[in-house]
Every structure is written in C-alpha cells, then in structure tokens.
C-alpha cells in the first residue's frame, strides 16, 4: 500500500466525491438524455405499486458516494480525524436520503393520511 501513503485523507475524500459526481454525471447523460433505463428501477412493494426512486438506482448510488465523499472532506478540513469524518460521510447519507423520502411525499401530489 506504499501507492496510498502519498494521499491524504482530505484527498481521497474529494477524489471519492470527483468519482460520485462523474459517475451522475454518466448517469444523466445515459438515463436522461439517450434514453437507456437504470440499473435499480422503481421501488415496488409487494403489490408492485410504484413508489418512489429504488435504492439501487444510479442517481441515488452516485449521489451517496459524491455527498460521502463530499462531507467526508468537510470533517478532515474541520479537523477531525478520518474516522470521524468518515462517520459524517455515512451520516450525510441517511440525513440525504431522509430530505429525499419527505420531498417525495410533499411533491408527489399525494395525498395525506
């Protein structure tokens, strides 16, 4: 592992989230633009009702490892040490995801029970 001792944390966190935001980048020109489907779907439940964006989908994977390696970044730049800001990157996953799950429901249309 000689290759890595040359990087520090804070870079291979930006170089994570370069590679996060490339890949949506790949993502939206195939998926939008030329048309080809992603991997993961449409969540489904079990009586195959659509709802929402699957967790598997190329957009969501892309954007995890983009804001994982983006705040990842943030918490080696604020100081903390690597297995901190690794815990930060996790955690700005689950708080995305979360942002995500209550702008669905506010902008689906749906109604509220």
Do not use: C, K
Not at 2 to 27: E, H, Q
Not at 30 to 57: C, I, K, P, R, Y
């Amino acid at each position: 592992m000689s290759f890595l001792n040359g990087f520090s944390a804070f870079t291979v966190f930006l170089a994570i989230a370069a590679i996060g935001f490339l890949f949506l980048v790949v993502s939206f020109l195939f998926g939008e633009l030329f048309g080809h489907s992603d991997l993961g779907g449409h969540a489904a439940d079990v009586q195959g009702d659509m709802h929402g964006v699957g967790f598997f989908n190329t957009r969501v994977v892309s954007v995890f490892i983009t804001a994982f390696g983006g705040f990842g970044a943030i918490g080696v730049h604020l100081g903390y040490r690597t297995e901190i800001s690794t815990l930060i990157g996790l955690d700005s996953f689950t708080a995305s995801r979360l942002l995500v799950a209550l702008s669905w429901g506010i902008w689906s249309g749906s109604p509220r029970r």
